[in-house]
């Protein structure tokens, strides 16, 4: 069983910045990807930004050059730096862990980008 635990979502206004984090409770290399997902109301579950096997990154169109995925592998931790914040960012955002062919979820933050 893998726990991850996430912080730092909020209320923002439009153009501004927040930055998620993600903690997870094994060791960040035994974990084949992991990185953020988000829902909207009414909409299906997206990816946002992903650290795949090998440290490649995948990101949503619709963030690419505002959102950045990091980690600290000391810390189990993957961070999720947005900027230049829109409305349609506003939704709940979950950390993701894919751990030995299972999908591992956390409880998820709001964000909330309105002004």
């Known amino acids: 069983q893998v726990q991850l635990v996430e912080s730092g979502g909020g209320l923002v206004q439009p153009g501004g910045s927040l930055r998620l984090s993600c903690a997870a409770s094994?060791?960040?290399?035994?974990?084949?990807?992991m990185g953020w997902y988000r829902q909207a109301p009414g909409k299906q579950r997206e990816l946002v930004a992903v650290f795949m096997s090998g440290s490649r990154i995948t990101y949503a169109d619709s963030v690419k050059g505002r959102f950045t995925i990091s980690r600290d592998d000391a810390k189990n931790t993957v961070y999720l730096q947005m900027n230049s914040l829109k409305h349609e960012d506003t939704a709940v955002y979950y950390c993701?862990?894919?751990?030995?062919?299972?999908?591992?979820w956390g409880q998820g933050t709001q964000v909330t980008v309105s002004s």
């Open positions: 094994l060791s960040i290399f035994r974990i084949y990807s």
């Open positions: 993701n862990a894919y751990v030995v062919s299972k999908d591992y």
